[in-house]
């Protein structure tokens, strides 16, 4: 038995070992009392703790309240005579279970079982890894019960984990002191250890960790893939794994990409790894069939899924910054495959902030008139489109051109993507019926001036969105809907009042994301005279005057906007370098179809006309297609043709 302790308070004792053997024959070798006694008064026996007469009387005690219709535990009993204390119950509980309450004291801790636990982990979670032996690992934590943080440490440090309760107010002290004193990893001493065994370093921090085709050639060449199906268990390369799905993250971040696709196939088929990056998914990795359901249970490990579930779908988060990466959050998803298996994607919210509303690729025109009509103080203003499209980007740059100190603006998203200093910005949460609905009548309570809800989903959130413009709020929302005029028509199709609906309504930005051209490779070409009418034949199909004359206007006025001398025009195709990494296009832009409400659209909306009369209204309003905006970006050389084609073709 390890010698004990007494702490400040004489009536407080805990194990302290005085070398890390102790600790271990502590762990190893069951405590004097747990083999012998049969009920908790036994056990303070043993211990020293009361005497059998104590014992006896506290019986009696608890006999007499029994029969007066009480029911209360011995051992609260045993406090309430003074017997023991509440933190002497509490050990002799422990220690009769077979747990223990460990001071660290003078405890130096292994250097191999730091190295197994990063130091951002440790001080986060409260962990102080003490002692690696064997295929266990000794673990002093505030909570020795928290089976999440368990499962964790146990995927990370690839060992059966011991568990120890730390006495209160120790853990911290001990942790810095151990960490300060081990800044450097050991260096292993056998090729197992290089591969991953034993005591192999914790992941490197971002700069320094190894490349993800680095980490999938190690696991590759660790074990055979001629029988995937039996070695489907993986045990040396987890550690490897480990920081391999932190790389990829890393390099995800890196390139810009704003989804992660990890795709599983049965045996003997590989695992894919895919990223979305400028809208495109761009092929990245393949791993060993036989690291599918690993590489599936980490990533479940890290959002705080439930791994021993592969049947039904399951949504998480993972904050990256908790395994040592930048401030990224990912929003994970698991669905269930075929033969047992499961495709992950992770979508990347870097908390970004807002882009200045003039550089989301507003033409000059669009970017006044919607100015113009956000800096009214009531009224209705949607912004549309698929999936993916910037949409919300988009409503955080005018709400960016709106936030001041004489407004108060509320926002209801979900998730919330982009922060900014000055908004109180709401999470939703469905399951706790926390809607958008429930958000906005709680922010018409709480004196908005403006209020950003993050979509229209259903008929009661428009209703109740509609109401607050035509209230004195100025409301912004978002629409999947395909062009500013089918918005109208679909909200209609809802449910909503026309009259209230035609009266709130101020604008609606429809908008796509096309792929710019990358600037250090491009290539000009020049463009004849078919390119151009093919070029205004597109531009003019929208609308009711696409003759040859109309066509040849246009033609004229584009030579003297965007034509060399001579009227000239240069038009750009893609190239492929190391900048864009040879795909000729880096970043994307927008391109908006602004449709501002005049009397014409309301009457339209008044009369429910179909999204074909309304188009024919707005354009004759002055309104511009998303094609339209699409082509004269092609003529600016920011983009190019088949970009605007791919985006436009509704």
């Not at 690696?132 to 505030?142: F, G, H, Y």
């Not at 960016?400 to 982009?418: G, H, M, Q, Y």
């Not at 609906?501 to 600037?519: E, G, K, N, P, W």
């Not at 001398?565 to 994307?588: D, F, M, P, V």
């Amino acid at each position: 038995m390890a010698d004990t302790t007494t702490q400040d308070n004489a009536s407080s004792q805990y194990f302290q070992p005085r070398n890390t053997d102790e600790l271990w024959d502590l762990v190893t070798a069951p405590h004097p009392g747990v083999g012998k006694a049969h009920h908790l008064g036994e056990a303070l026996i043993n211990a020293g703790m009361i005497q059998p007469v104590d014992l006896m009387q506290s019986l009696k005690a608890q006999q007499g309240e029994r029969d007066r219709g009480r029911q209360r535990p011995i051992g609260q009993i045993f406090v309430e005579l003074g017997l023991v204390s509440q933190d002497q119950l509490r050990q002799a509980i422990a220690a009769w279970l077979g747990e223990y309450v460990v001071h660290p004291g003078h405890l130096q801790p292994d250097p191999v079982a730091v190295a197994l636990v990063p130091r951002s982990v440790a001080e986060r979670e409260s962990v102080l890894p003490l002692l690696a032996r064997d295929d266990a690992l000794v673990v002093l934590m505030a909570d020795p019960s928290d089976r999440t943080l368990l499962d964790e440490l146990r995927f990370l440090s690839q060992r059966r984990l011991v568990p120890l309760q730390a006495a209160p107010g120790t853990l911290m002290p001990a942790i810095a002191k151990a960490y300060s004193v081990h800044t450097d990893p050991p260096k292993p001493a056998t090729a197992a250890s290089r591969n991953g065994n034993g005591g192999a370093p914790p992941p490197a921090s971002a700069a320094q960790r190894p490349s993800s085709q680095e980490l999938v050639s190690n696991l590759s060449s660790m074990a055979p893939d001629s029988d995937a199906v039996a070695t489907d268990v993986v045990t040396e390369s987890d550690n490897t794994l480990v920081r391999l799905i932190n790389s990829i993250i890393d390099e995800a971040i890196a390139h810009r990409a704003s989804d992660i696709h990890i795709e599983t196939e049965p045996a003997p088929g590989n695992v894919r790894v895919r990223l979305r990056i400028d809208g495109d998914l761009v092929p990245y990795l393949e791993l060993p069939a036989r690291f599918r359901y690993a590489m599936v249970a980490r990533i479940k490990i890290m959002a705080t899924m439930d791994i021993a579930e592969h049947r039904k779908p399951q949504d998480g988060k993972i904050d990256f910054s908790r395994f040592g990466g930048p401030p990224v959050e990912l929003r994970v998803v698991t669905v269930p495959t075929s033969r047992g298996l499961e495709d992950v994607v992770l979508r990347l919210l870097a908390g970004a902030k807002p882009l200045p509303l003039e550089n989301i690729g507003l033409n000059p025109s669009n970017l006044q008139a919607l100015r113009a009509m956000v800096q009214k103080p009531y009224g209705l203003v949607l912004v549309v489109g698929p999936t993916g499209c910037g949409k919300t980007t988009t409503l955080h740059s005018v709400v960016r051109d709106l936030n001041t100190s004489s407004r108060k603006i509320w926002t209801a998203e979900d998730p919330i993507e982009i922060t900014q200093s000055g908004l109180r910005q709401v999470q939703m949460n469905a399951r706790i019926g926390w809607t958008f609905a429930a958000a906005m009548r709680t922010f018409l309570r709480a004196d908005p001036d403006v209020i950003m809800i993050g979509e229209m989903r259903d008929e009661e959130t428009a209703r109740i969105a509609i109401e607050a413009s035509l209230t004195g709020h100025l409301v912004l929302s978002t629409l999947h809907t395909n062009s500013a005029p089918e918005s109208i028509a679909r909200l209609l199709e809802i449910g909503l009042d026309p009259f209230n609906f035609s009266d709130s309504l101020l604008a609606i930005l429809a908008q796509r994301l096309v792929r710019r051209l990358c600037t250090q490779c491009r290539q000009p070409h020049a463009a004849d005279n078919d390119t151009l009418q093919a070029m205004a034949s597109q531009y003019l199909e929208s609308s009711a005057a696409n003759s040859a004359e109309a066509r040849d206007a246009l033609i004229t006025r584009w030579r003297k906007t965007y034509g060399k001398e001579g009227g000239a025009i240069t038009l750009w195709r893609r190239q492929g370098c190391e900048q864009c990494e040879s795909h000729g296009y880096k970043g994307r832009m927008g391109i908006h179809e602004l449709m501002l409400s005049d009397e014409p659209i309301r009457q339209h909306i008044r009369h429910r006309s179909s999204a074909t009369e309304i188009r024919l209204s707005a354009l004759a309003a002055g309104m511009q297609t998303l094609r339209q905006d699409g082509i004269e970006k092609v003529l600016q050389g920011l983009t190019d043709m088949s970009e605007v084609t791919a985006a436009t073709n509704l």
